[in-house]
Each structure stands twice: as structure tokens, then as C-alpha cells.
């Protein structure tokens, strides 16, 4: 059944309600090592929710959810950051009153090395994504693109081996989005795992390698992307409605 | 313990209940319009209450003489406050927090004036109706066999309670079956949804700022006939209360914050009667943390504003 | 800016880099320990040369308890509004101590602080409530402690008199221990606002659930925060009864004595290490000047500074410098 030998990450099951609303039912998705895994779906689709649940901002109702065999059901956010999960938000989440240099400290924080080495990784990190020259300035005076860079920068300072995305590209310039998708794929080849949500099919198609549809919580369906493409499904989701 | 300190309690607490409820109201409908929390809450009572007393001084009349006159230059009052001091806010990087201090900055700054108006004693209101007390029942064998006792209830305070019954029967009836007030309990219930549908939210605001401080105002004088003097450092206790009030009804809904009210009086009055002083004065505070802590959307749930 | 990633350096050829950034460190530091130092020379002459010590000791005070309170208010984002119960607490542990107890002042008065730190303890639940919530609670905990200590037996607490142990203690000595847990606190902040605890809290302040998917323990930062800031108050209220000699249960409960605190600090600048010490600095200055001038006008001029700050400063003196220009940064902790 499973489209991957080796998965990292396993949700199996996955409900979530909030009052009477079932805002993720029986979800079961698994993300490969090493791959791009897309989430598509519509606004409301649970997409989000479902990325909330596996990075433990929202405690799932049902089900399991499994990284590197290991249980994540009941942990804190910082508990699966530390095991290996870090995240971006749909809206960035800069901390606005910090330097760039101490955005990207912390995620840091709980790593052996000194100070000076970590300002060095620091400043590394900020030259990965052409925001060194901004290094002392706070995260308030970003661009929303350059905001978005250096989320994208923070997270890799956890040194996390899966990445949830939540919409990188959403409300980014075309350049940029060429610089974003270019530093996924590179991190890729590091080894590094994703799971990639978005409504913006082109960027989807073009990165993952296995795509599972999102509507009314369900996953609908999955498969390559060209299964996904033609899948009827997926069309009246997006279109039918 | 004598029955008819029970009784003279449970009629206290229906008379400041009836206060702690209306002052609870029109905080509460700052605090849910505008996420405005108003730190100075009880000057804005206490204002009421100086005017009354201006009133009653100069002219011997009764202080409920002042009602029309007080709402009337509290709700404009309260516009212009609005608009000089709240649009300013959304710009603070934690807008319900820098209100709070701004408007205890405001409540520093209205004790400071009334005292430079008006001196820094208590004034006694000495306006008295005629007759004085009324008795509402006799209560036998009051004070041992054979010596029965009568309980007495000032008029003043009977006067207060009809006159503030009527009041939030009208402001029940406004919020809930008039057009303005259904815009208000809207702009509570999701303060975006309700600009999409076409209404202007700056001047309902300040609508709403105005209606509460001159509801505010109008507590303060019907607070002269229950304890008929006034303090310029009697507005802190009354904010404490308020907020005590609607942190009980739930945050943000005057309908809740009436139930509060009677529930916080019938509680302060009996306790006054059934504790020492300091334990007394705690029995609110400790209701209020614990229900923060335990039931934080209030005691009568969210179903009490539909 | 067509593909910008060519021109990206990697991370081994970075790695000499971080100089400038130490040089920074080294002017932040030097100009803050040079304040430091300005300030206990400055201070310690007073009774010397028979300065006005009341005016010193309220700076000393309000810069300590500004300081306290920036640790949780600045570095975590909460307001506790009841901050005095702390002081509070100090103030009367202290003068029981002395008192009842006959344990000598300098002893008392950090017995006062670790009480402080277990009611910190037991007010830790409060930190799981955000924004207002937090802010009321706080304030109704103050209160509770108050009528609590008033409940107190009378040979204890000395009831509504309060207490007197200004026989056991001695003044110049009180001051010079404000001077002592004022330095203590300038310390601890430089060192927090420098250690990886203080880029936890502030990364909190900013975006707690962030910060929690970064890997930072939201609620144990937030802990220490509380602890430190509770300690450090505690401490001030112990000092302060040992320079007046006298307080009750409305002294040492002020309302006031959290409203200067949070006052002070955000005149400075919240959130910074330096604002405190310059939100106090001006703020007592002015209020010496127009108390001489209008005695009446007292309240009403801190009513309208806070107001006033809120509005148009909410940044303070060091935040809004800094923010119009950002490379003051380098200079201010």
C-alpha cells in the first residue's frame, strides 16, 4: 500500500475537532526520506490544522502520528522541534523586535557550542539566503518576501531532518520563489525531508515527489503528480467544490 | 446572629447588586466594542456622582434632578475621550494591555481634578425623603421573646434600586430589539464580520464609548441616594468591583455582567454581615481569580449573550 | 536580483566573520558598566556630602523595582499589574523577621526575597493566562495578600498601625543596601539580556508559539522570568522598610508602587536593559521638579505622562531612539 519503503514521518488516523466541527478526519498520510511530500486542497480544506497537529501546536483528538519511530501524540512544540521538526508559518513569524543574527540564535539555543560559534552559524545561515547585509537590523524592518527568507533560514538552524512549509510561496515574487524553490531542493539533497503545503499547484507539481488532496479533512486521494494532474477528484475539489 | 441582619443584607445586596450591575454593564461594553479596558471606570462613576452632588448643592434639589444633564454631557464627553484617546491605540504593539495603562493614566489624571475642584474630603449629600426609612416587614421575637423588630430600608435606597431596575430593563430592551444595540452586541460578537456588512465601525465605537461612559455617569448619581456622600477616592474601588463584575459574567458581555452584578452584590453584602472586615473585602478578589483560573469564559457561559 | 543564490558564501567560509558583532558587544558593554559605575559613585556620595538621600533612595527603588519588572513585563511580554504584592511580601517578612524574631536586618531582608520567590511559586499557575487576564489576576492577587496580612494576628503584623522597626535599623545602612540590590539587579539584567535565557524570553515576547516551534520552553523561560523578577522586588520591599523603618498594609500594598514600576520602565523602553534605568531617572527628576513647583499637581502629571507615553512613546526614550535610528542599537543594551 505504502508509496514509500522508508518513511520519516507517519500520520495514521489523524482526527481533530473543534467543538462540533470535524476539522481532520481519519487523515493517514506518510512523508518518505529524503522526499517532498505536497498537501493540496482548497481554503478550509484542514491543511493547516493538520500541519498544527503534527508540529503539536494542536493536541489531535485521534490517531497516531509517528517520526522516526518515534510517538509524537502528547508532546510539546518545542519537544518536536527538538526531535527533528521544524516549521514555517503561512504568515511569517518573525520575532520583530530581535536582529536577524538573534532570529536565527534561536533555534540555537540548546546546542553545546559557544556563543561565538553560534554567531558564526548565525551569520552563515543569513548569507544562505542573502540577508547578511541586514544582519543587525530587526526582523520588523523585513520585506514580507525577506521575512519569508529568513523563516525559511531560521528553521534550518534546528537542523531538522523533516520540514512542515506552510505556503512558502504564498504572497512572494516570482524571483524569490525561484531562489525559495531552489534552496528547498538544495536542502533536499542535503537529505532533508518535507512536507509541502500550498494551494499554488505549479510550485507543488514541480517539487513533490508524491501528492496527497485534502478536502473537508479527508485525503481524498494521493499519488504521483502525474496521477494527481488528471485525477478527477482533484479538479472537482478544486472547481465542483 | 439576628434574622433581620440577614434580611437588611439580602435587600443591600439587591440595591448595590443593581449598582455592581449596571457599572459591570457599561464597562463591559467598552470592553467588548472597543477592547478597551477601562482603568478608570470608576471616575467615570465618580463623575456622575460630583455632578449630582454640584446640583444638589446648588440648588437643594433632588440629586436625580442630574440624571438627564449628566448622561447627556457623559455621552458626549465619552465621544470626544474616544476619539482623542482610543484610535491612537491600534498602533501599540499590545492594544488591550496599553489601554489598560493609558486609562489608568486617565484615572490618575480625573482624581487629581476632581479633588483640585472639589477638595480632597468627603461631602455628605444630605437630601432626604420623606418618609425617611420604610418598613418592609416585621420580623417577630426579633430581639428575644416579645421585643419585635422592623425591617427598615432607607427610601433613598428603594428610590435607587426602582430607578436602576428601570434603567436596565431599557438598556436590555436597546441591546436587544433595536438596531443600534443589535449593530452593538454584533460588533462583540466579531468586530470584523460586522464591517463587511456595511457599518461604520469608528462611529459605532465611539457611539459605544459615549453610551457607556454616560451610563457610567448615570450609576454615579443613583450611587448618591445608596451611600449619600462622595469621595474623590472612590472611584478605585468601583473599578476593582467592575471589574470583578464582568470578569464573573464573562469578558466583554453586558448581559452577563448584569447577572454578575446582583450575584457580586448579594455576595459582598452577606459577606459584610457574615465576616470580618478584611475577609469580606476578599471574598471578590477570590472569586475573580478563581474564576479566571477555572472558568475563564465566565459563570454563565457564552449562551447569555445570544 | 536574478539568482542570488550563486553569490551566497557557504557556511565554512563564513565562519571568520563575527568580529564585528563582538565589537559591538564590547561598546554595549563598556558604555553599560560604565553607567553602572557612574551610578554607584554618584549614589554613594550622597550621604556624604549630605545630599537630599529620600531623592536618591526613590531613584534607587524605582530604578531597582523598573528593572524587576522589565524582566517579566519586557523580556516575556506579560504586565503583571499586582507586581507590589511582592514588594509587599518583603517589606513584611522583613519586618517580622527583625522584629518578632530579633534575626539581624541584612539577613532579614533576603529571607523577604526567597519569599518572595516561593509566592512567585505559587503564582505560577496565573502565567498559563495571557493579556488582560494575566493583568486583572495579578492585581486581585496583590489585594488578596493585602486583606490576607491584615487578617493577621495583631502581635504579628502590628494590624492597621502597621509596623515600626525603625529602632532596630539604621537608615544610612538601608541606603546603602537599595545601592547593593540596585547594582545586583543592573547585573542580572545585563547578564540575562546577554544569556541564552534572555533570547528565549524575548523571542517569547515576541511570538510565543514560534518560539515554541523553535525549540524554546516557553513555560520554564517564562518560570525563571517570574522567579527573578518576584526575588528582586521582594528584595526592594525588605530594603525599603529597612530605610523608612515604618509601613503598613496600604504602603507596602501601594497600587502606585507597581504603576511608578511599570511606568518608569516603559518610559525608558521596555525590553531594553539600559530603559529602566533611564525611563527612572528622568521620570524622578521631573517629578522632583514639578513637585516643588506644583505640589497639587503630582498625580495628575504622572496620569499624564503615562497617558501621554502611551500614545505617542510606547517604546519609550531608548525604543523610539532606537527605532528612528536603528544603529543605536549597537550602543544600548
Redesign the interface.
Same mark, same amino acid.
Given at each position: 500500500m505504502s508509496w514509500t519503503s522508508d518513511p520519516i514521518l507517519v500520520v495514521d488516523g489523524l482526527v481533530k475537532r473543534f467543538g462540533g466541527n470535524v476539522a481532520v478526519n481519519q487523515a493517514t498520510l506518510e512523508v518518505g526520506r529524503g522526499t517532498i511530500v505536497g498537501l493540496i486542497g482548497i481554503n478550509g480544506a484542514g491543511k493547516s490544522t493538520l500541519m498544527n497537529c503534527i508540529a503539536g501546536m494542536y493536541r489531535a483528538d485521534e490517531g497516531r502520528v509517528e517520526f522516526d519511530g518515534q510517538n509524537l501524540i502528547g508532546l510539546t512544540p518545542h519537544e518536536i522541534a527538538a526531535a527533528g521538526i521544524g516549521r514555517t508559518f503561512q504568515v511569517p513569524r518573525t520575532f520583530e523586535r530581535l536582529t536577524l543574527i538573534d532570529n536565527l540564535m534561536i533555534p540555537m539555543l540548546n546546542r553545546p557550542e559557544s556563543e561565538d560559534e553560534l554567531i558564526a552559524l548565525a551569520e552563515a545561515g543569513l548569507a544562505e539566503v542573502n540577508l547578511h547585509d541586514l544582519k543587525m537590523n530587526n526582523g520588523e524592518e523585513l520585506s514580507g518576501g525577506q521575512q519569508k527568507l529568513l523563516e525559511l533560514a531560521r528553521v534550518m538552524m534546528l537542523e531538522p531532518k523533516l520540514i512542515l512549509l506552510d505556503e512558502p510561496f504564498a504572497g512572494v515574487n516570482p524571483t524569490l520563489c525561484t531562489l525559495i524553490t531552489d534552496k528547498i531542493l538544495q536542502m533536499k539533497e542535503a537529505g532533508i525531508s518535507f512536507l509541502l503545503v500550498s494551494h499554488d499547484l505549479t510550485s507543488i507539481y514541480r517539487l513533490s515527489d508524491h501528492i496527497y488532496v485534502l478536502n473537508q479533512g479527508e485525503v481524498i486521494c494521493e499519488g504521483g503528480v502525474d496521477d494527481i494532474r488528471d485525477d478527477p477528484k482533484v479538479v472537482e475539489a478544486y472547481l465542483g467544490g | 446572629m439576628s434574622s433581620i441582619l440577614l434580611y437588611n443584607a439580602l435587600i443591600g445586596g439587591l440595591v448595590f447588586g443593581a449598582i455592581y450591575a449596571l457599572i459591570g454593564a457599561s464597562l463591559n461594553v467598552m470592553m467588548g466594542v472597543l477592547r478597551v479596558?477601562n482603568f478608570a471606570h470608576g471616575e467615570f462613576v465618580l463623575i456622575g456622582s460630583f455632578l449630582a452632588y454640584s446640583v444638589f448643592s446648588l440648588t437643594g434639589l433632588n440629586p436625580l434632578a442630574a440624571l438627564p444633564v449628566v448622561a447627556i454631557a457623559m455621552f458626549f464627553g465619552g465621544v470626544a475621550a474616544y476619539y482623542l484617546?482610543i484610535p491612537?491605540?491600534r498602533?501599540?504593539?499590545?492594544a488591550?494591555?496599553?489601554s489598560?495603562?493609558?486609562m489608568?493614566?486617565?484615572?490618575?489624571?480625573?482624581?487629581?481634578?476632581i479633588?483640585?475642584i472639589y477638595g480632597a474630603d468627603i461631602r455628605p449629600v444630605n437630601f432626604s425623603f420623606d418618609p425617611v426609612n420604610i418598613a418592609l416587614l416585621t420580623v417577630e421575637d426579633a430581639y428575644g421573646k416579645g421585643r419585635d423588630g422592623k425591617v427598615l430600608v432607607p427610601t433613598a435606597r428603594l428610590v435607587a434600586l426602582v430607578i436602576n431596575l428601570a434603567i436596565i430593563a431599557a438598556m436590555t430592551w436597546f441591546i436587544y430589539r433595536t438596531l443600534p444595540g443589535k449593530a452593538l452586541r454584533g460588533a462583540i460578537m466579531n468586530r470584523d464580520a460586522i464591517q463587511v456588512v456595511g457599518i461604520d465601525i469608528d462611529r459605532l465605537s465611539a457611539n459605544a464609548f459615549g453610551l457607556a461612559a454616560a451610563l457610567a455617569g448615570v450609576t454615579g448619581v443613583i450611587l448618591t441616594l445608596v451611600i449619600p456622600s462622595v469621595d474623590p477616592n472612590g472611584g478605585?474601588p468601583l473599578t476593582?468591583f467592575a471589574?470583578?463584575v464582568i470578569?464573573l459574567g464573562g469578558?466583554g458581555h453586558p448581559i452577563g455582567a448584569l447577572l454578575a452584578g446582583m450575584l457580586f452584590g448579594m455576595v459582598e453584602q452577606f459577606s459584610n454581615v457574615l465576616l470580618?472586615q478584611?475577609?469580606a473585602? #476578599?471574598v471578590g478578589?477570590?472569586m475573580?481569580?478563581a474564576v479566571? #483560573?477555572f472558568k475563564?469564559e465566565g459563570l454563565f457561559g457564552r449562551k447569555v449573550m445570544r | 536580483m536574478a539568482d542570488l543564490s550563486q553569490t551566497a558564501p557557504t557556511a565554512t567560509g563564513a565562519l571568520g566573520r563575527g568580529s564585528d558583532i563582538k565589537r559591538q558587544r564590547r561598546i554595549r558593554r563598556a558604555i553599560w558598566y560604565a553607567l553602572i559605575l557612574a551610578i554607584v559613585i554618584w549614589c554613594a556620595m550622597v550621604p556624604v556630602r549630605d545630599g537630599n538621600l529620600s531623592i536618591y533612595f526613590a531613584f534607587m527603588l524605582g530604578a531597582t523595582m523598573a528593572t524587576g519588572l522589565n524582566f517579566v513585563a519586557g523580556f516575556t511580554g506579560y504586565m503583571p499589574f499586582g507586581y507590589v504584592a511582592f514588594y509587599g511580601l518583603g517589606s513584611y517578612v522583613t519586618g517580622i523577621a527583625v522584629k518578632l524574631l530579633g534575626i539581624p536586618v541584612y539577613l532579614a531582608v533576603p529571607m523577604g526575597g526567597c519569599a518572595g520567590i516561593l509566592l512567585a511559586l505559587a503564582f505560577a499557575p496565573t502565567l498559563r493566562l495571557s493579556g488582560i487576564y494575566f493583568a486583572i489576576v495579578s492585581l486581585s492577587l496583590a489585594i488578596i495578600l493585602q486583606r490576607s496580612i491584615a487578617l493577621m494576628p495583631e502581635e504579628i503584623t502590628g494590624g492597621s498601625l502597621g509596623m515600626n522597626i525603625g529602632v532596630l535599623t539604621d537608615r544610612i545602612q538601608g541606603y546603602y543596601a537599595m545601592l547593593v540590590v540596585l547594582v545586583m539587579a543592573l547585573l542580572t539584567a545585563s547578564w540575562l539580556a546577554e544569556s541564552r535565557l534572555g533570547r528565549s524570553l524575548k523571542a517569547i515576547r515576541e511570538d510565543a508559539e514560534a518560539a515554541d516551534a523553535m525549540g524554546v520552553n516557553v513555560v520554564r523561560s517564562r518560570l525563571y522570568a517570574w522567579l527573578v523578577s518576584a526575588f528582586f522586588a521582594s528584595l526592594v520591599g525588605g530594603v525599603q522598610a529597612w530605610f523608612t523603618g515604618a509601613f503598613d498594609t496600604f504602603t507596602a500594598f501601594d497600587v502606585l508602587v507597581t504603576a511608578k514600576a511599570i511606568i518608569y520602565a516603559m518610559a525608558g523602553g521596555l525590553g531594553t536593559v539600559i530603559g529602566p534605568v533611564v525611563g527612572t531617572v528622568v521620570l524622578v527628576w521631573a517629578d522632583e521638579l514639578v513637585w516643588r513647583a506644583f505640589p497639587e499637581l503630582n498625580s495628575f502629571l504622572l496620569g499624564l505622562v503615562i497617558a501621554l507615553l502611551i500614545l505617542f512613546a510606547p517604546r519609550g526614550i531608548i525604543g523610539t531612539l532606537i527605532r528612528r535610528y536603528p544603529r543605536l542599537r549597537n550602543y544600548f543594551m
Open positions: - | 479596558v484617546l491612537r491605540l498602533y501599540s504593539d499590545d488591550e494591555t496599553s489598560f495603562l493609558l489608568f493614566g486617565v484615572s490618575l489624571m480625573l482624581v487629581s481634578s479633588t483640585w478605585a476593582l471589574f470583578i470578569v469578558l470580618p478584611s475577609a473585602q #476578599m478578589f477570590v475573580l481569580v479566571v #483560573m475563564p | -
